[in-house]
């Protein structure tokens, strides 16, 4: 049975793992978290905190994300999608 821990604990696991991939999609763009955070209209604590999936990427902003990072929104869903199936498969 899924209790709310169990979800709780599956929200912070992808958003860990989607940070991660965040951080390795700016890190090929050759892009600071300075850069991002410029462009985005964000700090740089905000960028560190969604690539250490301490902050939710919201879908609204995903556009814009990956703008910044040079590549296609298509990218970051196929990713989110991809993160979530490995993660239920696991389980």
Partial sequence: MDTNLDRRQREI???????????????????????????????????????????????????DYARALQVSPSVLFSTIERISTEYDSSK
């Fill in 13 to 63: 696991d992808l958003d860990a793992q989607l940070g991660s991939h965040l951080a390795r999609l700016r890190e090929r763009a050759g892009l600071k978290q300075e850069d991002v955070a410029l462009q985005l209209g964000f700090t740089r604590t905000v960028i560190s905190k969604l690539e250490h999936g301490q902050r939710k990427l919201y879908a609204m902003e995903i556009p």
